[in-house]
């Protein structure tokens, strides 16, 4: 069974930093595209930040452009979210996602919840002032 386990969340003051670790278990997603949204209370789930399969390229919803690092560890089958200089309004349930093998084949990379296929439970996020 495909699992998305994600760990990390807490509650954080503004200014601080905060890192989210998702781990497959269940298939190798080396060669897949991987990404994060959120969503917080109230709202739409939005997309927050997506990586190639080869982790060289990333883009980043304009809310948390220089603030937030999508990165990726093949051999350890994880996908991470660096968070700094956090805001309130980033408080959400973030969510890892994964798209499906032939999304990599697209020019870009998945910005539309729609193209992802799998999905991790959430990892709540709370950012006091």
């Known amino acids: 069974q495909v699992q998305l386990v994600q760990s990390g969340g807490g509650l954080v003051q503004s200014g601080d930093s905060l890192r989210l670790s998702c781990a497959a278990s269940?298939?190798?997603?080396?060669?897949?595209?991987m990404g994060w949204f959120r969503q917080a209370p109230g709202k739409e789930r939005e997309f927050v930040a997506a990586?190639?399969?080869?982790?060289?390229?990333?883009t980043y919803a304009d809310s948390v452009k220089g603030r937030f690092t999508i990165s990726r560890d093949k051999a350890k089958n994880t996908v991470y979210l660096q968070m700094n200089s956090l805001k309130s309004d980033d408080t959400a349930v973030y969510y890892c996602?994964?798209?499906?093998?032939?999304?990599?084949?697209?020019?870009?990379?998945?910005?539309?919840?729609?193209?992802?296929?799998?999905w991790g439970q959430g990892a709540r996020v709370t950012v006091s002032s």
């Open positions: 996602a994964v798209p499906a093998w032939s999304d990599s084949w697209s020019a870009s990379l998945p910005i539309a919840a729609a193209r992802y296929t799998y």
């Open positions: 269940g298939r190798t997603f080396a060669n897949y595209r």
């Open positions: 990586i190639s399969a080869s982790g060289t390229t990333t």
